[in-house]
Protein backbone atom coordinates (compact mmCIF):
# COMPACT_ATOMS: atom_id res chain seq x y z
CA UNK A 1 0.00 0.00 0.00
CA UNK A 2 1.42 3.24 -0.99
CA UNK A 3 2.66 5.61 1.53
CA UNK A 4 0.11 8.50 0.77
CA UNK A 5 -3.23 5.66 0.73
CA UNK A 6 -1.51 4.80 4.47
CA UNK A 7 -1.95 8.10 6.02
CA UNK A 8 -5.56 8.87 4.17
CA UNK A 9 -7.07 5.57 5.97
CA UNK A 10 -5.88 6.49 8.74
CA UNK A 11 -6.61 9.99 9.17
CA UNK A 12 -9.76 8.69 7.94
CA UNK A 13 -10.16 6.19 10.51
CA UNK A 14 -9.26 8.39 13.62
CA UNK A 15 -11.36 11.22 12.56
CA UNK A 16 -14.45 8.46 12.38
CA UNK A 17 -13.42 6.98 15.85
CA UNK A 18 -13.03 11.44 17.03
CA UNK A 19 -16.89 12.05 15.74
CA UNK A 20 -17.88 9.10 17.36
CA UNK A 21 -16.58 9.84 20.22
CA UNK A 22 -17.68 13.18 20.61
CA UNK A 23 -21.55 11.84 19.34
CA UNK A 24 -21.37 9.17 22.22
CA UNK A 25 -20.15 11.87 24.62
CA UNK A 26 -23.08 14.99 23.71
CA UNK A 27 -25.90 11.87 23.88
CA UNK A 28 -24.80 10.31 27.29
CA UNK A 29 -22.68 13.11 28.51
CA UNK A 30 -20.56 11.72 31.25
CA UNK A 31 -19.48 13.47 34.65
CA UNK A 32 -16.70 16.16 34.79
CA UNK A 33 -15.58 14.57 38.21
CA UNK A 34 -13.79 12.46 36.15
CA UNK A 35 -11.37 14.99 34.11
CA UNK A 36 -8.56 14.74 36.30
CA UNK A 37 -8.47 11.36 36.35
CA UNK A 38 -8.74 11.28 32.62
CA UNK A 39 -5.77 13.42 32.60
CA UNK A 40 -4.05 11.77 34.56
CA UNK A 41 -4.58 8.25 33.00
CA UNK A 42 -3.89 10.20 29.52
CA UNK A 43 -0.50 10.74 30.96
CA UNK A 44 0.18 7.98 31.70
CA UNK A 45 -0.66 5.69 28.39
CA UNK A 46 1.37 8.76 26.73
CA UNK A 47 4.45 7.40 28.76
CA UNK A 48 3.96 4.42 28.58
CA UNK A 49 3.50 4.21 24.96
CA UNK A 50 6.89 6.78 24.56
CA UNK A 51 9.01 4.45 26.61
CA UNK A 52 8.64 1.50 25.62
CA UNK A 53 11.63 -0.83 24.27
CA UNK A 54 11.86 -0.78 20.09
CA UNK A 55 10.50 -4.04 18.60
CA UNK A 56 9.83 -4.46 15.31
CA UNK A 57 9.46 -1.06 13.98
CA UNK A 58 7.46 -0.63 16.96
CA UNK A 59 7.38 -0.06 20.91
CA UNK A 60 6.68 -2.89 23.13
CA UNK A 61 5.13 -0.98 26.98
CA UNK A 62 2.94 -0.93 29.80
CA UNK A 63 0.26 0.86 27.91
CA UNK A 64 -1.78 -2.38 28.17
CA UNK A 65 -1.78 -2.30 31.52
CA UNK A 66 -2.70 1.57 31.75
CA UNK A 67 -5.46 1.23 29.71
CA UNK A 68 -6.95 -1.67 31.10
CA UNK A 69 -6.08 -0.04 34.76
CA UNK A 70 -7.83 3.25 33.07
CA UNK A 71 -11.38 1.17 31.89
CA UNK A 72 -11.63 -0.55 35.36
CA UNK A 73 -11.98 3.53 37.24
CA UNK A 74 -13.26 5.28 34.08
CA UNK A 75 -15.62 3.02 32.14
CA UNK A 76 -15.34 2.79 28.22
CA UNK A 77 -16.39 6.20 26.86
CA UNK A 78 -13.64 8.27 29.16
CA UNK A 79 -10.99 5.43 28.97
CA UNK A 80 -11.54 6.49 24.94
CA UNK A 81 -10.70 9.77 25.23
CA UNK A 82 -8.21 9.04 27.58
CA UNK A 83 -6.23 6.56 25.22
CA UNK A 84 -7.12 9.34 22.10
CA UNK A 85 -5.91 12.17 23.86
CA UNK A 86 -2.54 9.83 25.01
CA UNK A 87 -1.98 9.34 21.58
CA UNK A 88 -1.76 12.81 20.80
CA UNK A 89 0.63 13.27 23.98
CA UNK A 90 2.51 10.62 22.90
CA UNK A 91 2.53 12.37 18.91
CA UNK A 92 4.00 15.47 20.84
CA UNK A 93 7.01 14.06 22.51
CA UNK A 94 8.08 11.87 19.93
CA UNK A 95 8.42 15.11 17.39
CA UNK A 96 9.45 17.27 20.51
CA UNK A 97 12.08 15.43 21.74
CA UNK A 98 12.74 12.83 18.85
CA UNK A 99 16.29 13.26 18.87
CA UNK A 100 16.93 12.95 22.97
CA UNK A 101 14.74 9.51 22.27
CA UNK A 102 16.93 8.62 19.30
CA UNK A 103 13.54 8.50 17.04
CA UNK A 104 13.73 8.31 13.39
CA UNK A 105 10.17 9.83 12.17
CA UNK A 106 8.54 11.16 8.79
CA UNK A 107 8.66 15.00 9.05
CA UNK A 108 5.55 16.66 8.23
CA UNK A 109 2.04 17.41 9.97
CA UNK A 110 -0.05 14.89 8.02
CA UNK A 111 2.76 11.72 9.55
CA UNK A 112 2.17 13.10 13.08
CA UNK A 113 -1.38 13.35 12.30
CA UNK A 114 -1.50 9.58 11.17
CA UNK A 115 0.28 8.62 14.58
CA UNK A 116 -2.18 9.64 16.19
CA UNK A 117 -4.79 8.62 14.49
CA UNK A 118 -3.60 4.99 14.28
CA UNK A 119 -2.38 4.87 18.04
CA UNK A 120 -5.27 6.38 19.09
CA UNK A 121 -8.20 4.68 16.42
CA UNK A 122 -6.29 0.92 17.94
CA UNK A 123 -6.50 2.05 21.56
CA UNK A 124 -10.12 3.29 21.14
CA UNK A 125 -11.63 0.16 19.29
CA UNK A 126 -9.30 -2.57 21.42
CA UNK A 127 -11.08 -1.31 25.01
CA UNK A 128 -14.57 -0.95 23.67
CA UNK A 129 -14.16 -5.09 22.29
CA UNK A 130 -12.68 -5.47 25.51
CA UNK A 131 -15.74 -3.69 27.34
CA UNK A 132 -18.38 -5.32 25.24
CA UNK A 133 -16.96 -8.87 27.10
CA UNK A 134 -16.48 -7.67 30.44
CA UNK A 135 -19.96 -6.56 30.65
CA UNK A 136 -21.21 -9.43 28.84
CA UNK A 137 -18.99 -11.74 31.61
CA UNK A 138 -21.30 -9.43 34.06
CA UNK A 139 -19.06 -7.25 35.48
CA UNK A 140 -19.15 -3.53 35.59
CA UNK A 141 -17.04 0.00 36.26
CA UNK A 142 -15.52 1.25 38.15
CA UNK A 143 -14.37 -1.96 40.00
CA UNK A 144 -14.56 -0.73 43.49
CA UNK A 145 -13.97 -4.67 44.61
CA UNK A 146 -11.82 -6.95 43.52
CA UNK A 147 -12.85 -10.79 43.92
CA UNK A 148 -12.65 -14.24 42.86
CA UNK A 149 -15.63 -13.56 41.25
CA UNK A 150 -14.60 -11.03 38.95
CA UNK A 151 -11.50 -13.31 37.72
CA UNK A 152 -13.32 -14.57 34.66
CA UNK A 153 -14.43 -10.69 33.34
CA UNK A 154 -11.14 -9.21 33.68
CA UNK A 155 -9.78 -12.59 31.72
CA UNK A 156 -12.00 -12.12 28.76
CA UNK A 157 -11.24 -8.01 29.35
CA UNK A 158 -7.01 -8.35 29.12
CA UNK A 159 -7.65 -11.21 26.09
CA UNK A 160 -10.03 -9.20 24.37
CA UNK A 161 -8.27 -6.09 24.16
CA UNK A 162 -4.94 -7.63 23.94
CA UNK A 163 -6.52 -9.53 20.82
CA UNK A 164 -8.02 -6.88 18.83
CA UNK A 165 -4.71 -4.65 19.94
CA UNK A 166 -2.55 -6.89 18.46
CA UNK A 167 -4.39 -8.21 15.28
CA UNK A 168 -5.04 -4.07 14.80
CA UNK A 169 -1.07 -3.40 14.56
CA UNK A 170 -0.95 -6.42 12.75
CA UNK A 171 -2.98 -4.66 9.51
CA UNK A 172 -1.31 -1.39 10.17
CA UNK A 173 2.05 -3.63 9.37
CA UNK A 174 0.80 -5.35 6.37
CA UNK A 175 -0.39 -2.23 5.15
CA UNK A 176 3.41 -1.30 5.26
CA UNK A 177 4.51 -4.50 3.10
CA UNK A 178 5.57 -8.03 3.84
CA UNK A 179 8.44 -7.56 5.75
CA UNK A 180 7.47 -5.11 8.44
CA UNK A 181 4.26 -7.94 8.78
CA UNK A 182 6.97 -10.84 8.89
CA UNK A 183 9.11 -8.74 11.91
CA UNK A 184 6.24 -8.25 13.50
CA UNK A 185 4.87 -11.46 13.34
CA UNK A 186 8.01 -13.01 14.66
CA UNK A 187 8.12 -10.35 18.04
CA UNK A 188 4.85 -11.59 18.93
CA UNK A 189 6.44 -13.86 21.67
CA UNK A 190 8.21 -10.89 23.55
CA UNK A 191 5.08 -8.76 22.55
CA UNK A 192 3.54 -10.97 24.55
CA UNK A 193 5.41 -11.68 27.24
CA UNK A 194 6.29 -8.14 28.34
CA UNK A 195 2.81 -6.46 27.24
CA UNK A 196 0.70 -9.54 28.21
CA UNK A 197 1.56 -10.39 31.81
CA UNK A 198 1.97 -6.88 33.07
CA UNK A 199 -1.67 -6.91 32.88
CA UNK A 200 -2.14 -8.78 35.51
CA UNK A 201 -1.37 -5.65 37.68
CA UNK A 202 -4.17 -3.40 36.05
CA UNK A 203 -6.63 -4.40 38.65
CA UNK A 204 -4.30 -3.62 41.14
CA UNK A 205 -3.65 -0.07 39.89
CA UNK A 206 -7.62 0.95 39.50
CA UNK A 207 -7.61 0.01 43.13
CA UNK A 208 -4.77 2.42 44.16
CA UNK A 209 -7.41 5.12 42.51
CA UNK A 210 -10.58 3.45 43.99
CA UNK A 211 -9.72 2.33 47.32
CA UNK A 212 -7.04 4.58 48.60
CA UNK A 213 -8.55 8.04 46.18
CA UNK A 214 -6.79 10.35 44.35
CA UNK A 215 -4.23 11.67 45.80
CA UNK A 216 -2.72 8.81 46.26
CA UNK A 217 -3.27 7.57 42.59
CA UNK A 218 -1.43 11.13 41.15
CA UNK A 219 1.67 10.17 43.47
CA UNK A 220 1.63 7.07 42.38
CA UNK A 221 1.24 8.01 38.47
CA UNK A 222 3.76 11.08 38.80
CA UNK A 223 6.05 7.87 40.62
CA UNK A 224 5.75 6.06 37.45
CA UNK A 225 5.98 8.37 35.14
CA UNK A 226 9.39 9.53 37.20
CA UNK A 227 10.36 5.84 36.65
CA UNK A 228 9.50 6.27 32.84
CA UNK A 229 11.89 9.37 32.59
CA UNK A 230 14.93 8.13 34.18
CA UNK A 231 15.17 4.27 32.65
Not at 116 to 137: E, K, M, P, R
Amino acid sequence: MSRTLRISLSLAAGLLVLILLVWATIARPPGLDNLLPVALFGLLIAFTTTFGVPLAGGRISLLPTTTIAAYLVLGPLWTAWAAFAGAAMHMVIRYRWAKALEEQLEPGLLPALSLVATNGSVQVASILAGSLTFHWAGSTTPLTELSGADLPALLLLSLTYLGTNLVLIASVFAARGREPLKLYLHSLPNVLIYEGLPMVFSPLLASVYTQLGLVLFAILAVGLIACLLYT
